[in-house]
């Protein structure tokens, strides 16, 4: 065979070799087809529980808190956030209505009420019950306007470049409108206090007072602490800091002003959390092993409570919750020890 022959046939042989190997290699890396449908079969169940189950497998959350001064008898709170109501939500407004027969001393609402302009009726609804013991409450942007569709990767990109909510994200635009005027007129006619940017007190049917000091919602910038500087009032039977959304900036500011004990939401728990792991996201810039339920906040020298809701709705766009069921907390405020 002459050499140019040889050549081509070479060439031709060390192509089909690469191609045979190549080939060997893709079948080598193939994910089985039982295993892809397994998988596959896996996820679909996982949203559909998500999606299906736990996003209606409303708990109570029961933690105690040692912050009343000493010889002072015990107090319940109930505190209910983020609702995030859609009309024709039945179950959680039972759920809801039904929280009043735990008979607290008073009720904390940290916001985040709407997920559906045409949902105050709703919320009214299910809350009416509780509206009936003292309480408090600030709102959340979601008070304030209506959701948008929104890919939830982003909530992963925003913590890895350490922007949250309009910290690091421009301003919302063309939002919709919600009538959170009509929740605050419904709130207040019925006793509540509100706290945004202020402070407040309700005085229990045993004749404690409670004095309050709230922020509007951080996650939008609408908190104003200079407004509200100061520290608890010392002539109360306790003080308590309230705010929406659990942002590092506030709750320094808190501490520093030693307040025992300071309620927010927003979180959701992180919402889709992985088992024997837990939250992935914040949806602010705290820390994700403080997500949700008890722990403490130091700054300033002082150190403070902080109780963080999961809430017990979602974004309407995203009504699915996994390992992370949503929820209501009772919070029974003991003596301190010395």
Known sequence: MPADG?????????????VCDHGRMRARYRIPLKTAVGITALGAACVGYAAGVEVRSFRLRRVSVPVLPRGMHPLRVLQVSDIHMVGGQR??????????????????????????????????????????FPGAYVFGSNDYYGPKLRNPAKYLLEKASGRHGLNGNPAAVHAIHN???????????????????????????????????????????????????????TDADLSLAVVHAPYLRVLDAFTADRYPLILAGHTHGGQLCVPFYG??????????????????????????????????????YTPVRFACPPEATLLTLTAREE
């Open 91 to 132: 179950k959680k407004q039972r759920w809801l209505r039904d929280l009043a027969g735990l008979r607290p001393d008073f009720v904390i609402n940290t916001g985040d009420n709407l997920s559906d302009p045409e949902g105050v009726p709703e919320v009214l609804d299910a809350l009416g019950p509780l509206m009936e």
């Open 6 to 18: 040889r050549t081509r046939w070479l060439d031709s042989l060390r192509g089909v070799c690469w």
């Open 279 to 316: 939250a992935l996201v914040t949806n602010c810039d705290i820390d994700t092993d403080r997500v949700k339920g008890l722990s403490t906040h130091r700054a300033g020298g002082h150190e403070s409570y902080l109780h963080v809701s999961a809430g017990c709705g979602t974004n309407r």
């Open 179 to 233: 009538p959170w005027e009509e929740l605050r007129d419904a709130f207040d006619s019925a006793g509540w206090t509100g706290l945004s940017n202020t402070r407040g007190r309700i005085k229990l049917d045993g004749g404690q007072e409670i004095a309050l000091t709230g922020l509007d919602d951080p996650h939008i910038k609408r908190d104003r602490y200079s407004e509200v500087a100061g520290g608890p009032e």
